[in-house]
């Protein structure tokens, strides 16, 4: 198949065998959410993930510059890339001021 597969992570093991199932049944991609305050950590599942896969592509659906910095997104990805070499997407940019807002994080610059 060549649609991406988005899947919910009960667990980081359940994550990874969700994954390789995934994988043994033909899927090509499988997304993960990036969102710090309402799931586990992505890049902790897509590692768990990297680790029991050799062929599905992992990536995040987006990522909120807001709540992860990019340059902690940036490090994340490569360490992932590190354990899938070639098989991590590049990201998308994702904003969200609710999602900020929960963290008390400033989403516009003051005047």
């Known amino acids: 198949m060549t649609l991406p597969l988005r899947?919910?992570?009960?667990?980081?093991?359940?994550f990874?065998?969700?994954?390789?199932?995934?994988?043994?049944?033909?899927?090509?991609?499988?997304?993960?959410?990036d969102s710090q305050l309402r799931r586990r950590d992505t890049y902790?599942?897509?590692?768990?993930a990297a680790r029991v896969t050799d062929r599905i592509i992992l990536a995040t659906l987006l990522s909120n510059p807001?709540?992860?910095?990019?340059?902690?997104?940036a490090s994340s990805i490569a360490t992932v890339d590190e354990l899938a070499?070639?098989?991590?997407?590049?990201?998308?940019?994702?904003r969200?001021?609710?999602?900020?807002?929960?963290?008390?994080?400033?989403?516009?610059p003051r005047a």
């Open 16 to 33: 990874a065998a969700d994954v390789r199932r995934a994988e043994a049944l033909g899927w090509d991609a499988a997304f993960q959410p």
């Open 66 to 73: 807001v709540n992860r910095h990019p340059t902690v997104t």
């Open 44 to 48: 902790v599942l897509m590692a768990a």
């Open 96 to 108: 969200h001021r609710r999602a900020a807002g929960r963290v008390a994080a400033r989403t516009r």
């Open 85 to 94: 070499p070639g098989r991590t997407l590049r990201l998308g940019r994702g």
């Open 7 to 14: 899947l919910e992570a009960r667990s980081v093991d359940a």
